[in-house]
């Protein structure tokens, strides 16, 4: 078994490029900035419980990691980039703890390193059980309208809500609810001295209207891009800005 994904091939001496979405996304949310970066290879990928992935049910990190690992091979992608968002940046940290010799190098947009310590995680984890059930017992919708009230999405304007709950609101919610509690951050192991070791060539984009993910991009040995204009969904608010810092950081680093 593979994760679903679609696939634009590139230059072949330049890396690929696989992109991770967030939760309740699918393997469009990257394309607007990814089409400007034409002469790379690109994968966009539906996680588990997600897009044409949606059958897919996963226990843990380890398990998403594999079947990243096994996409990969299924693609023959020998070099690559990881970019990752929010759900996609914390699957794409861990699996760069793992250190695996074809990652070139590490991209995250508003991703966490982990909780640093249990009562941190005792309440992610009931919070995110909360959600689950709704999720399993609820409409999307229903859900979604509540969910886009977080404080990390402060930033949205109620047009931008309203469209975000319409978007998601074609998920599965049942699938959704298996995905957040297997990938919960009360589940994910705290990254930051893996990282701090690692050697893979790392970079961090945050909103400058994200002052949560700001502040724990400064926690990190991590060189930062603030996006203007942007919360914390900066690709989909300004795709644009986000791609030309994308092409920036490959431009300079490969």
Same mark, same amino acid.
């Given at each position: 078994?593979?994760?679903?994904?679609?696939?634009?091939?590139?230059?072949?001496?330049?890396?690929?490029?696989?992109?991770?979405?967030?939760?309740?996304?699918?393997?469009?949310?990257?394309?607007?900035?990814?089409?400007?970066?034409?002469?790379?290879?690109?994968?966009?990928?539906?996680?588990?419980?997600?897009?044409?992935?949606?059958?897919?049910?996963?226990?843990?990190?380890?398990?998403?990691?594999?079947?990243?690992?096994?996409?990969?091979?299924?693609?023959?992608?020998?070099?690559?980039?990881?970019?990752?968002?929010?759900?996609?940046?914390?699957?794409?940290?861990?699996?760069?703890?793992?250190?695996?010799?074809?990652?070139?190098?590490?991209?995250?947009?508003?991703?966490?390193?982990?909780?640093?310590?249990?009562?941190?995680?005792?309440? +992610? /984890?009931?919070?995110?059980?909360?959600?689950?059930?709704?999720?399993? &017992? #609820?409409? =999307?919708?229903? $859900?979604?309208?509540?969910?886009?009230?977080?404080?990390?999405?402060?930033?949205?304007?109620?047009?931008?809500?309203?469209?975000?709950?319409?978007?998601?609101?074609?998920?599965?919610?049942?699938?959704?609810?298996?995905?957040?509690?297997?990938?919960?951050?009360?589940?994910?192991?705290?990254?930051?001295?893996?990282?701090?070791?690692?050697?893979?060539?790392?970079?961090?984009?945050?909103?400058?209207?994200?002052?949560?993910?700001?502040?724990?991009?400064?926690?990190?040995?991590? +060189? /930062?891009?603030?996006?203007?204009?942007?919360?914390?969904?900066?690709? &989909? #608010?300004? =795709?644009?800005? $986000?791609?030309?810092?994308?092409?920036?950081?490959?431009?300079?680093?490969?």
């Amino acid at each position: 078994m593979i994760l679903q994904g679609t696939a634009c091939k590139g230059q072949a001496d330049k890396p690929w490029l696989v992109f991770l979405h967030g939760f309740s996304g699918d393997c469009q949310e990257w394309q607007l900035s990814g089409e400007r970066l034409s002469e790379y290879s690109r994968l966009y990928l539906d996680l588990p419980g997600h897009g044409k992935s949606a059958h897919i049910r996963v226990r843990d990190f380890s398990d998403v990691n594999t079947l990243l690992n096994r996409t990969l091979v299924s693609y023959n992608i020998l070099k690559y980039w990881l970019v990752g968002y929010s759900l996609g940046g914390r699957i794409a940290l861990y699996h760069a703890c793992q250190r695996p010799e074809a990652l070139q190098g590490l991209i995250v947009e508003g991703a966490h390193p982990g909780l640093c310590n249990e009562h941190e995680r005792a309440n +992610r /984890r009931a919070s995110d059980a909360q959600w689950a059930v709704r999720f399993c &017992r #609820e409409t =999307p919708g229903r $859900v979604f309208t509540d969910w886009y009230q977080q404080p990390v999405f402060a930033s949205l304007t109620p047009a931008q809500r309203q469209q975000l709950v319409a978007l998601r609101s074609r998920n599965n919610g049942p699938a959704l609810a298996a995905m957040l509690q297997a990938t919960s951050l009360a589940e994910q192991p705290d990254l930051r001295a893996e990282l701090a070791r690692s050697a893979i060539p790392f970079f961090y984009m945050y909103g400058e209207q994200d002052g949560k993910f700001r502040d724990l991009a400064r926690q990190l040995s991590v +060189r /930062r891009h603030e996006i203007p204009h942007a919360g914390h969904n900066a690709h &989909r #608010e300004n =795709p644009v800005a $986000v791609a030309e810092c994308l092409a920036q950081i490959l431009r300079l680093s490969i």
